[in-house]
């Protein structure tokens, strides 16, 4: 019911800006309604729709949503069945029939090999982007948000369909003959929600196209956000992406009110690196406090960086290391003991963000050397447990085709249900529920016993004595937060 209401009061299926579906059958927000609530539910195929046909309490009830849900009358809905409407919900042929109307040109194109390809989206995908951007900015707006973060990272989605590319570490021999997809996607740590999802083949590395989506989520932030952060893996040690967070003048004239990006993104550790990380004093190394690590700033200058430092334009590394046991060969982050001096761990991070001495230079605010570490170590947190989400606690994990359109419209069918969850821990549920995985959610505000009647017009729902309280508290703060009236 909390689903329903959500979507209700904000309206996010209305007027949706592409048609898929047509004007005969089951109208696109009809189609995202059914996927999303499958995916609320906890069922994962397309076949499990007819579980939900075959509860009639919920049937009951979405019919009394629908017209405020999707904004279509009920004249309007009966019109698009000739021979009358006998479900609540679409049939499994249906759900199919509509996801192969995404596979266009480009993602019917074939791979060739040796190269990797990122196919331009299909049009139709706006249909589901939109539904997720006009969440974003109602909770936004809910939250008086001026400022973001985004976290950038890609994850391999293995599959056993014979249709998929050899993955990534397939090619390194880290999962011999694994074939399956490599997303990659957007999270916004404030919002909770997954901004955007590029549904990607196997073989294409995590660094192909990251300014482009970069620019895309941008472009469709509200006009609220006046200063963004950006944070990413080693993918994003780019010259042209670090450039373009730190040279507003590079921005397209629609992204320049974002100024410079601040930004944390992991270094590369080449030779000339692993040079600056064994001429670094040893007094520069402090504790980091709770942890076995030490980190230091460094004096390195990278020669595709090589200029004067200027206001807004400052680059700087920091480092951490860990002792490592016994004496090691140098390895990819490793630096071998020597002179009885133990063996380290390295990790490299680059930034922008400023020195607390100098916070004229520089973006966003300044930072000490710890802070900065950490920062960076947050998107390890929730920015890539989304990816595990989406994957176990959705639908995301189980793709319904051998077809590239389907199977990318079907992984933002799965972001557009985790995207509803984060609004409701906001709006709803408390802060307390804000990073709580789905299967708690599930027990507490979904999988709940419940009566539906009917008299005089009004439906009613009777929950247990003890989750009256509950239920109607979660729907004054819904109210509270989204500024609606309850008629």
Request: aromatic content about 6%; overall charge positive; glycine content about 8%.
């Amino acid at each position: 019911m909390l689903w329903l209401e959500l979507l209700r009061r904000t309206g996010v299926l209305h007027d949706l800006p592409v048609s898929v579906a047509g004007r005969q059958g089951w109208a696109d927000g009809q189609m995202i309604l059914a996927v999303a609530l499958l995916n609320v539910v906890g069922y994962e195929r397309v076949s499990d729709v007819d579980a939900l046909e075959e509860d009639a309490s919920l049937c009951r009830l979405v019919r009394d949503y629908e017209e405020e849900m999707l904004g279509l009358s009920a004249e309007g809905r009966a019109r698009r069945f000739r021979g009358g409407r006998r479900r609540t919900f679409p049939s499994a042929n249906a759900v199919h029939d509509w996801l192969r109307r995404f596979q266009n040109g480009a993602a019917g194109q074939p791979r060739k090999k040796g190269t990797a390809v990122v196919p331009k989206p299909a049009v139709e995908l706006q249909v589901i982007q939109a539904v997720t951007r006009r969440l974003a900015h109602r909770l936004v707006q809910a939250l008086q948000l001026d400022e973001l973060t985004l976290d950038m990272d890609a994850t391999v989605l293995a599959s056993g369909k014979k249709e998929a590319l050899y993955t990534c570490r397939s090619a390194t021999g880290q999962a011999p003959r694994e074939r399956g997809y490599q997303p990659l996607a957007v999270f916004c740590p404030e919002l909770g929600m997954v901004l955007a999802s590029e549904f990607r083949d196997g073989n294409v590395p995590a660094k192909v196209r990251n300014l482009e989506l970069l620019e895309q989520v941008l472009a469709e932030l509200p006009p609220e956000i006046k200063r963004v952060g950006f944070r990413t893996d080693g993918a994003g040690f780019q010259q042209k992406l670090i450039r373009f967070c730190n040279e507003p003048a590079s921005h397209p004239e629609a992204l320049r009110r974002f100024g410079v990006i601040s930004f944390v993104c992991s270094a590369d550790q080449d030779d000339e690196m692993r040079k600056s990380l064994s001429r670094t004093p040893a007094q520069w190394w402090g504790p980091m406090p709770g942890s076995e690590r030490e980190c230091a700033d460094l004096d390195h200058v990278s020669t595709w960086d090589a200029r004067p430092a200027q206001a807004g334009h400052l680059l700087r590394y920091v480092a951490t290391r860990r002792a490592l046991p016994g004496e090691l060969g140098p390895g990819k982050d490793e630096s071998p003991a020597t002179d009885g001096a133990p063996a380290y761990r390295h990790r490299v991070y680059l930034s922008n963000l400023a020195y607390p001495v100098a916070p004229h230079e520089g973006a966003g605010l300044a930072m000490g050397t710890v802070e900065l570490v950490r920062y960076a170590h947050e998107r390890c947190g929730h920015g890539e447990e989304v990816h595990a989400a989406l994957k176990q606690d959705l639908a995301g994990g189980l793709l319904p085709s051998g077809k590239f359109g389907p199977n990318a419209a079907w992984r933002q069918l799965a972001v557009l249900p985790a995207n509803l969850n984060a609004v409701l821990r906001h709006c709803a549920f408390g802060r307390d529920w804000l990073w709580v995985r789905m299967k708690q959610v599930r027990r507490h505000w979904v999988h709940r016993v419940a009566r539906v009647t009917r008299h005089a017009r009004v439906q009613r729902l009777l929950f247990q004595p003890s989750r009256v309280g509950a239920i109607h508290q979660a729907l004054a703060r819904m109210t509270r937060t989204l500024a609606y009236d309850t008629a």
